[in-house]
């Protein structure tokens, strides 16, 4: 098995994936760090079990994103994860805009621009790999 995938997308998916680990890491061993950077309109909600629990959905999607860049041309796989970006993208979006716990720019950001990008070359490079 390579280290890396092949093509832009899969790299996209995998360098997702790698950075999720980090994220997750970071949430478990400094639960109040990054998660009130992240959730900066209502920080002082931010507790040890929710950063933990935070985490724990990040290293699942790391791990779908992770496996589906090596297997691009599973259709189950490759659903799912693109689910698992909109769920992210819908979590922050009514995080921001419904439950006022975050701003748009601000650490955030880098969420929405990994998601976005992602949703869109998935939907749009759907056919070329199932």
């Known amino acids: ?26 949430c478990m061993l400094a639960p109040l760090g990054l998660t009130r950077r992240i959730y900066n309109g209502q920080n002082q909600q931010v507790t ?14 790391a791990i779908i994103r992770y496996q589906c860049s090596f297997n691009m041309n ?4 490759y659903d799912i994860t693109l689910s ?17 716990t975050t701003k748009l720019f601000g650490p955030v950001l880098s969420t929405f621009v990994v ?11 759907r056919a070329l790999y199932i």
């Open 1 to 26: 098995m390579p280290i890396i995938p092949a093509g832009g997308l899969a790299k996209l998916i995998f360098t997702s994936a790698i950075l999720s680990i980090f994220n997750s890491a970071q």
């Open 48 to 61: 040890p079990l929710s950063s933990h629990t935070f985490a724990a959905w990040t290293i699942l999607s």
């Open 74 to 77: 599973n259709q189950i796989l």
């Open 84 to 100: 698992s970006y909109i769920i992210a993208a819908c979590h922050f979006l009514s995080e921001i805009y419904v439950f006022k």
């Open 115 to 125: 998601a976005g990008t992602s949703i869109f070359w998935m939907i749009k490079d």
